[in-house]
């Protein structure tokens, strides 16, 4: 109509492994307040709704340009599905509060919010028993709950890297995770590790584990066989990252570190899959594998041998995506 600005209609691919999702981000308003209900509806058991609102924001995270008006989105994949109807926020304060200590997920939470433990005082006066995982996140909350900056990243790089090197000579060590994407902050610090000898890699975590002075606590992740992207051996831990305090009185910092470790036949995989991201890149790659968009079985996931991740994405047909546009 005469009078109203031409507004372009977005038309984007249904998978957020067929597009390219810069860090920039046109529409930060509406991926946080959806991001927001995702986390909401997740710590309510609500899976469903919180997979629809991390689609939605993965999607508009991909938009070239700010939404001026709901005409732009007609026809676009995941939006204005029922389950994005907005219903109340039901999630506490405690939920998110207590869910922010290392080793406590939303079961627990729960179950401590059932009890009377709202808090970090209430949870400390009130005897509860806790794993070692998390004494330590409890003991290093605030540390813990501050944004790991890029130079920090690299200063456990550089000593991560040391420790591996004195237990395997010419294991092999990169950053993944958001750094990888090019985040210039993250909640962690993730590594893959690996040997260009196939099976020398063997046993290396525990050694790595032992022999690092750094290391504070870990949560083991499962021993399941290194057959396919998610059950590589690994290791989420407390790291104690010398000369990084706030206050000068204190010598370290805690930092959350993640350490994974592949043969190097599985390390593309590995690779892709610790790179992320884990809300909508990675998961979307699962999907799109299969043709009716239902996510596939893990074992059939990577059924095929890759050296790259390029190799990887020509092998699904995909174009091939950097990682700092997989931050959908
Ligand atoms: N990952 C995983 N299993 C876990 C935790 C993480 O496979 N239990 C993988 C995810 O697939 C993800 C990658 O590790 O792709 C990084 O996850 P995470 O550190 O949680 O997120 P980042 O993208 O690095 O974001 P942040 O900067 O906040 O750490
Ligand atoms: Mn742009
Ligand atoms: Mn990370
Ligand atoms: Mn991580």
Known sequence: RAGEPEVEVFSVPSYACQRRTSLENHNAPLTDALSLLAENAELNDEEGRGVAFRRAAALLKTLPSA?????????????????????????????????????????????????????LHQLR????????????????????????TRAEADAIEAIVEKAVSSVLRGAQIVLTGGF???KPSGHDVDFLITHPEEGREEGLMPKVKTTRNSYLESKDGPGRPPSNMDRFERCLSIFKLPGAAETPQRAWRAVRVDLVVSPISQFAFALLGWTGSKVSFRPDLRCYRSSDGSPVRQSL?????????????????????PPSERNA
């Open 67 to 119: 939404v001026m008006s709901a005409s732009q989105l007609r026809g676009l994949p995941c939006l204005g599905e029922h389950s994005l109807r907005v219903r109340p926020l039901t999630s506490s304060r405690s939920q998110l509060v207590l869910t922010g200590i290392f080793g406590v997920g939303a079961k627990t939470a729960d179950r401590w919010i059932r009890e009377g433990i709202h808090d």
């Open 180 to 182: 990888r994407r090019g």
């Open 301 to 321: 996931m990577f059924d095929f041998c890759a050296a790259s991740e390029e190799e990887i994405f020509a092998h699904l047909g995909l174009e091939f995506v």
């Open 125 to 148: 006066a009130s005897g509860q028993v806790l794993n070692r995982a998390q004494r330590a996140g409890l003991q290093h909350y605030a540390d813990i709950n501050q944004p790991v």
